[in-house]
T-cell receptor, first 114, second 113 residues
């Protein structure tokens, strides 16, 4: 069973606030990912990391930023939240190695910006 | 570039019906293929995978066969249950794509009692 945790599960907050979405995993995985999931279900990769001090932007442009100071922790920050940031955010991790390694997902943070 | 196309939903079935969700892919190399499932209010979970041509992945009564000649990885189950209601994602990962996983758009399945 995968052990990857996201907090908070739900967040409703006003425009202009700074937000940090937390993601932690206890599996020692080097690779970690953030996805934005549309209400229509499609997943969009917004950030990923291949290890400590490694961060890359994903396929979907995002105003959020990430950091990877510790292997187990991959937080996502929005400096000034806007209604367009309302979405579900999913964190995932995987082991290094070849292309046959699946991703393990957290349960997500559902974010609503008023 | 790599891509995954899966059938649009929602798919609505009665309990004990046969399920097929179609998935086709385009890849520059020889990808690994996956099916993930997302239950309401949760993240995605790996359902099954196949890493080379003609491999069959199976789990919880679900099966999918890696067909290189048709570039397909269709998901099947012989008899669905209400508890199978969820969103199903087909995905691929390969060296040509830098090992990033490419997900299909998802297919929502409703199973009626």
């Amino acid at each position: 069973e995968a052990d990857i945790y996201q907090t908070p599960r739900y967040l409703v907050i006003g425009t202009g606030k700074k937000i940090t979405l937390e993601c932690s995993q206890t599996m020692g995985h080097d690779k970690m990912y953030w996805y934005q999931q549309d209400p229509g279900m499609e997943l969009h990769l917004i950030h990923y990391s291949y290890g400590v001090n490694s961060t890359e932007k994903g396929d979907l442009s995002s105003e959020s930023t990430v950091s990877r100071i510790r292997t187990e922790h991959f937080p996502l920050t929005l400096e000034s939240a806007r209604p367009s940031h309302t979405s579900q955010y999913l964190c995932a991790s995987s082991t290094p190695g070849g292309d046959n390694q699946p991703q393990h997902f957290g349960d997500g943070t559902r974010l609503s910006i008023l | 570039g790599n891509s995954v196309t899966q059938m649009e939903g929602p798919v609505t079935l009665s309990e004990e019906a046969f399920l097929t969700i179609n998935c086709t892919y385009t890849a520059t190399g020889y990808p690994s293929l996956f099916w993930y499932v997302q239950y309401p209010g949760e993240g995605l979970q790996l359902l099954l995978k196949a890493t080379k041509a003609d491999d069959k992945g199976s789990n919880k009564g679900f099966e999918a066969t890696y067909r290189k000649e048709t570039t397909s990885f269709h998901l099947e189950k012989g008899s669905v249950q209400v508890s199978d209601s969820a969103v199903y994602f087909c995905a691929l990962s390969d060296l040509g794509g830098g090992f990033k996983t490419i997900f299909g758009a998802g297919t929502r399945l409703f199973v009626k009692a």
